[in-house]
Structure formats: C-alpha cells, structure tokens
C-alpha cells in the first residue's frame, strides 16, 4: 500500500516530464495547498502569495527535467515558494501582514515568535500529509476533521476501513506522520534548495 | 479510544490545527498552477537567477540601487550569457541589458501575454509599463546558430 502509493507520486512526476498534463493538475491538487500556506505564512496579501504560487509553478514547469527524486519535489517547492515569498516581501510594496493585529496583540515578543514556529509547523505537517499514503492521508483527515471527533465506527463508514482496523491503522499511520514531520522539516531547513537532484 | 498513547493524541490535534488553518486555496490560483505546465519547454537553457537586490544586504542594495535608480536588481547568468534587469518606479519600468550582444530581440514573458522588445546596438532593452506577475524573458538571436536564452520565473 505504501509502495504503491509513493508509486503514484513519481509516476505523475514522471507522466508530466513526458508532457501528460493530467499528471501534472494532480500534481497540481497535491501541493497547491502547501504552497498558499507557505505563502499566507510569510505573511503575504492573497493576490502577492497568487503571484508567489504561479511563481513557483513556472519554475517547477522549467525544472520538472531535474526531478531525479519525486519524494524531494515538496521540499523544493517549499523552499522555492518561501524564497520568492520573503523576495516579494523585501520588495516592500505589496508586502501586507495577513492579520496585524495578531502580533501586536500578544504580550511579549516570545509569543511573536511563538506564533511564527507554529506557522511553521502546521506548514511541516501539511507537507508530511502529502507525502503520506492515500490511505492515511484519508483516515487521519477523517480522525481529526469533526469536532468532537467522529469515533471509530462512523470513521470505519467514513473511509470504507473496517472498525477493527481503523486504531491499529492510526497508530501505524501517525507514526509514519511522525517520521515524515522530522525528514521535512530537515529538508526545509537546509535553504537554498537550488537544484532538485538528490 | 481511552487507551490511546499520549504521543499520538498530541500529534493527532497538531493535524487537527494544521488542516483547521490551511486555507482553501483560491480556484483561479489552482487553475493559474494547472496552466503553468504549458510554459514547459524542453530545449533551452534556463539562466538561472544568481543576484537579486530584495534579497542582498542593506548595504549593498542601496549602493547599486541608488547608483543605477532602480528598485530592484536582477541578473540571471547561464554559460550562454547573461541578462541584468534594473526594474524602478514600483515596478513599473524595466530596464533590461543582455550579453553578449548577439540577441535582436527581448520577449517579455508574462504567463497570460508577452511583450516583444527591441534589443538595441549596446544590448539594452525597455518598457516603461510593465505589467505586474511572474516574468521571464526570453533573448531572441541574430542568427539560428546562436541558442536562445530564457531567464528563470520570478515574481516582480
């Protein structure tokens, strides 16, 4: 299950290296989302992190050649949607907090900067989400996605997954988060990402 | 569910707020995303963006900004040349020079237009209304033995 679904990431890789433009709106339907969040966090306008996720797309279109290691193609992405980001920033004219208020309401400058780590980590977990398997992806959006929580048997009728499985499935699926959050927030770290080889 | 670890019902609601923040992406960025495969070309070498003044220190920026009376500076280098951009008026005026001097024309690459510009005896090229968006250009050669060059995307 997890090789087949890791499978399907490099196939639409793959696929629209050779110019199939289905593989890449999945692309598209995979990552879109990481990269307005990466945007919205670095505290651009809606229509600057638009010019900032187009920004990224185009360069992606360039280098989809270099793609040697499909798994890496979210850390890129990351890396070059924050960079452009904090670039159109710099530039100053357009550049407009999300919420202002949000920082100058908090006490201490601690608190800013606590704010901003945990941008960032909703950031690490999206990004881990979709480089997990299909089936996790869809039980762990099932888990978490009502509040209070659905419990099991409407979550086995949510997903298709019988009741039995559905606790031995999430532990094995959260860890697998657990490990992934680490490996992307190393990969993302490490600035600048220039090129896409591994 | 009462016997679930700790460590996974902490993790469990950072998923929780992590999806509850991640906006819904606006439907004409997705479509703007879906189209940017069609600016996949093959061929060329991409001159990749190797100086940008946005994101060099103060001192420098304001030494070659104020010098030249640009905003911004941006110079893309490839081993078949290198073009310089000097953007100024809040982005509005493009100055462009290209080397070598081998190149008749600059297409100013925006994803829904381009723009084709002259390129002059010294290199240089110009537009006083520059349309706002990602913009690549792309340097048309005198002759069909010289390669074309294109510039990476960037956000202006």
Known sequence: MHNRDEGELEDDVLAARGGDADSWARLVERFAGLIWSVARNEGLSATDAAEVSQTTWLRLAEHIDDVHDPERLGAWLVTTARREAQRLGRVGAHYVLTDPWQYLDMTSADEADLALLSAERDVAIQHAMTLLPGRCRGLLAALVVEEPPMSYAQVSAATGMPVGSVGPTRGRCLEQLRVLIERVEGETRLEPAKGLRS | ?156
């Open chain 2, 1 to 156: 569910m009462l016997d679930e670890p700790i460590e996974e019902v902490a993790l469990l609601a950072d998923v929780a707020t992590a999806l509850r923040r991640l906006e819904t992406v606006p439907a004409d960025v997705v479509e703007q995303a879906k189209a940017a495969f069609a600016w996949r070309e093959v061929a060329n070498a991409v001159a990749a963006l190797d100086y940008d003044s946005a994101v060099e220190d103060d001192a420098l920026v304001s030494v070659r900004g104020s010098s030249l009376g640009s905003d911004r500076v941006l110079t893309f280098a490839t081993d078949g040349g290198r073009v310089e951009l000097y953007i100024s008026d809040s982005g509005r005026r493009l100055l462009g020079k290209v080397a070598p001097n081998v190149f008749r024309s600059a297409v100013l690459r925006h994803p829904s237009r381009s723009l084709t510009l002259d390129v002059d005896a010294s290199g240089t090229f110009f537009v006083d209304r520059l349309p706002r968006g990602p913009l690549s250009v792309k340097c048309v050669p005198l002759t069909d033995s010289i390669s074309p060059l294109e510039t990476e995307w960037v956000a202006i």
